[in-house]
């Protein structure tokens, strides 16, 4: 049986990145022979990538890729924030952002599909994504994109890794740039009131409603007189128009001047918003909260159960 020495263990580590001992069994298997060594490991890669693919990603980062008038926003979600520092993790994310502005796929399973080779995985983007689930032990994926192709320039804007926002506009460049900041800061979710989604507009009335009959109730324990039916509705519809107005981006205070709105500024710098893309990692994925004093508690019970 050929000698497994240090440097061939260290080579294999440097290809694989698998723990060391599991590459000198790997070797040691293959006798001496690198590549089948490295064929053993992918395979126990895979099932380690099987094992993760359940796990919650909620955590991650967002990347955008824009050549002109073509772009591309991305959330690319894996398990903690400490893969979204991970060179490979973030390499993958980035190349799958141009590969959307590039190849326009249809949805993620198409962006999957596209030639991509990375850290010895390939030749497909998702054959990458699974080989570095087995790498690196965390599961990822691909949550959610949008490519942007027309007429419209496009300014993009990260904050960290964690908030992304393309924005479509014509005009001034530098007034773009700032409205992409200044969304990623408010968080608007439409550019004028009208824009504003039905369902989002109904939530907010309902929450109008029940505080207003919170005071009602209020306003009769007092023994005061309660408001008219007239004067409640118009108190619902008033919050409902000032709820309107601080989503909605052109009413929103510019955050670098608050005396003028952002439909001002963009007026007085001579540029137009089309509309924007914004992504903050995790939004809407329930994340798993671990009760650690439970976990202990079960198994201790587990073992008293075993003796």
Do not use: W
């Not at 980035?94 to 390939?122: M, T």
């Not at 014509?170 to 740039?177: H, L």
């Not at 608050?258 to 918003?273: I, N, P, R």
């Amino acid at each position: 049986m050929a000698a497994i020495t240090a440097s061939m263990v260290a080579e294999l580590r440097g290809k694989t990145d698998a723990p060391m001992m599991e590459c000198k069994k790997a070797l040691t298997e293959a006798e001496g022979n690198m590549e089948k060594a490295e064929e053993l490991l992918r395979v126990k890669l895979g099932s380690k990538a099987g094992k993760a693919a359940s796990r919650i990603t909620a955590e991650g980062v967002v990347t955008s890729f824009i050549d002109g008038t073509t772009g591309a926003l991305l959330e690319t979600n894996c398990e903690t924030d400490f893969v979204t520092k991970n060179d490979s993790f973030l390499a993958m994310a980035k190349a799958a952002a141009e590969l959307i502005a590039k190849h326009n796929p249809a949805d993620v399973a198409a962006l999957g599909a596209l030639p991509y080779s990375q850290d010895s995985f390939g030749p497909t983007l998702e054959d990458v994504r699974k080989g570095l689930i087995g790498k690196i032990g965390e599961n990822m994926s691909f949550r959610r994109f949008k490519r942007f192709a027309g007429s419209n320039k496009l300014a993009a804007y990260l904050h960290g890794t964690r908030i992304g926002v393309v924005v479509e506009y014509e005009g001034d460049d530098t007034a773009a740039k700032d409205v992409a900041m200044h969304v990623a800061a408010m968080k608007p979710v439409a550019l004028t009131s009208n824009d504003v989604p039905a369902e989002l507009i109904e939530k907010e009335r309902a929450v109008a409603v029940g505080k207003a009959e919170e005071d009602r109730k209020a306003a009769e324990a007092a023994g005061k007189p309660a408001q008219s039916p007239e004067i409640v509705a118009k108190r619902v519809e008033g919050g409902v128009q000032k709820y309107l107005k601080e989503v909605s981006l052109f009413n929103q205070p510019f955050v670098k001047n608050d005396k003028q709105t952002v439909e001002q500024m963009l007026k007085a710098a001579g540029a137009s918003v089309k509309g924007f893309t914004l992504y903050v990692v995790g939004e809407g994925i329930e994340k798993k909260v671990d009760d650690f004093a439970a976990e202990v508690a079960a198994q201790v019970a587990a073992a008293k159960g075993g003796a």
